[in-house]
């Protein structure tokens, strides 16, 4: 992941309820939720939530699909894993004891 990518991530995040909204995505897996139900589970005007998805989308950190006349939002996972391996890639100078799986970068034998 580019720098200026991650920065459109953290900035995404960077709003509660934007944060909210990605980690009740996570949790609701790749099926997804109705962008009403989002709104509803949060208190979050529609408009409002609106304007919070289509941030969340254009920086990587969820996927949108319409069914009918409902437009399902889920987190897209790939680019979730992308944002945390960026800001893992050097963890602990590769130290496995400490950053386990999230070590990303492993010096040549």
């Not at 304007?51 to 897209?76: M, N, P, T």
Request: with cysteine.
């Amino acid at each position: 992941m580019e720098i200026n990518l991650a920065c459109d991530a953290f900035s995404a995040l960077s709003q509660a309820s934007r944060l909210d909204v990605v980690r009740l995505l996570v949790k609701a897996g790749p099926t997804g939720t109705p962008a009403g139900e989002l709104a509803s589970a949060l208190g979050v005007p529609a408009p409002t939530m609106s304007f919070h998805l289509k941030e969340l989308e254009r920086a990587g950190l969820i996927l949108s699909r319409r069914e009918g006349r409902s437009v399902i939002y889920a987190a897209d996972y790939g680019g979730i894993r992308d944002l945390v391996d960026f800001l893992l890639a050097d963890c602990c100078q590769g130290d496995k004891r400490l950053c386990g799986p999230y070590v990303i970068k492993e010096e040549a034998i």
